[in-house]
Nanobody, 118 residues
Framework: QVQLVESGGGLVQAGGSLRLSCAAS????????RAWFRQAPGKEREFVAI????????YYADSVKGRFTISRDNAKNTVYLQMNSLKPEDTAVYYC???????????WGQGTQVTVSS
């Protein structure tokens, strides 16, 4: 059974940094691309970043480009999201997801809350 567990969220002041982690189990982690999404109160879930199976390529939403970095450690079955220069508008629940064989996001974590105060 595939499980994704996020950690690292919290409360931070604007301009600060956080690093989110997403640990996977019950699967061959290195086989799939991994992504981060977020959902702010009253808004739809939105794409943040994605990294290819081997970490060679990463893509970002325009809103986080230059501030966030996605990375992965296949030996640890973990994907990370380093978030710098945080803004109040980054406040959301952050979710990691697996991009499965059909190119759909087939497994999701439970989410971790990130709150950025002004």
């Amino acid at each position: 059974q595939v499980q994704l567990v996020e950690s690292g969220g919290g409360l931070v002041q604007a301009g600060g940094s956080l690093r989110l982690s997403c640990a996977a189990s019950g699967e061959t982690f290195s086989r799939y691309a991994r992504a981060w999404f977020r959902q702010a109160p009253g808004k739809e879930r939105e794409f943040v970043a994605i990294i290819t199976w081997n970490g060679a390529n990463a893509y970002y939403a325009d809103s986080v480009k230059g501030r966030f970095t996605i990375s992965r450690d296949n030996a640890k079955n973990t994907v990370y999201l380093q978030m710098n220069s945080l803004k109040p508008e980054d406040t959301a629940v952050y979710y990691c997801a697996r991009r499965g064989p059909s190119q759909e996001y087939d497994y999701w974590g439970q989410g971790t809350q990130v709150t950025v105060s002004s």
